[in-house]
């Protein structure tokens, strides 16, 4: 059971937008801690998304945003294509048990 | 470019030591970051084990810190994992990270900036 929430699988059709969720709690999310975002494709290396919340590395499209209230988190992807069908993580930080990075479950995203 | 890659045994015995290292290229790991390592049980999310900063200071996750030691060796530029008396349960795909975490201010930004595609680990008898 992952201490950061999200939906197993989300889908969409290409140049549809879609939105994954980051469900924390008052240790996490809820407590000010930002959210990090990662998409990885199986037999790669993970790749940093977003970070700060919404904010993008030098290198990946606009298409991808990211925001942040109260206790969640959300990745919104625009104008879907089918490269983007990886799996999407969220990460951030939880105050208990003497402090720890923490990941969301993970949401596979398929381009229909 | 930052890359990193690990390497060690694919197959582990119950109870014994499993031990990776994480080669690094395009930085000097003693230049600043930390490093640290992720791992993914088949069909399941990622968890993080720890990392060690370029001033030496650890962090380890809570429920792994009892078996887990993380070092470096700068001079190869590389850094390593120790996780001793391990069961099926630590069968997964290892990752190692370049992390940056900075405190100066609220919230603090701890996150992974680089990884490495994985190796996987099987424990067994």
């Known amino acids: 059971q992952s201490v950061l929430t999200q939906p197993p699988s989300v889908s969409g059709a290409p140049g549809q937008r879609v939105t994954i969720s980051c469900t924390g709690s008052?240790?996490?999310?809820?407590?000010?801690?930002?959210v990090y975002w990662y998409q990885h494709l199986p037999g790669t290396a993970p790749k940093l998304l977003l970070y700060?919340?919404?904010n993008r590395p030098s290198g990946v499209p606009d298409r991808f945003s990211g925001t942040k209230s109260g206790t969640s988190a959300s990745l919104a992807i625009t104008g879907l294509q089918a490269e983007d069908e990886a799996y999407y993580y969220c990460?951030?930080?939880?105050?208990?048990?003497?402090?720890?990075?923490?990941f969301g479950g993970g949401t596979k995203l398929t381009v229909l | 470019q930052v890359q990193l890659r690990e390497s060690g045994p694919g197959l582990v015995k119950t109870s014994e030591t499993l031990s990776l290292t994480c080669g690094v290229s395009?930085?000097?790991?003693?230049?600043?970051?930390?490093w640290g390592w992720v791992r993914q049980p088949p069909g399941k999310g990622l968890e993080w084990i720890g990392d060690?900063?370029?001033?030496?200071?650890?962090y380890y996750s809570p429920s792994l810190k009892s078996r887990v030691t993380i070092s470096a060796d700068t001079s190869k530029n590389h850094f390593s994992l120790r996780l001793s008396s391990v069961t099926a349960a630590d069968t997964a795909v290892y990752y190692c990270?370049?992390?940056?975490?900075?405190?100066?201010?609220?919230?603090?930004?701890?996150?992974?900036?680089?990884w490495g595609r994985g190796t996987l680990v099987t424990v067994s008898s």
């Open positions: 990270s370049r992390l940056l975490r900075y405190f100066a201010y609220f919230p603090p930004a701890e996150y992974f900036q680089h």
């Open positions: 395009g930085y000097s790991i003693s230049s600043g970051y930390c």
């Open positions: 060690i900063c370029q001033s030496g200071t650890t």
């Open positions: 008052s240790s996490n999310i809820g407590a000010g801690y930002d």
């Open positions: 700060g919340n919404s």
């Open positions: 990460q951030s930080y939880d105050t208990s048990l003497s402090g720890s990075l923490v």
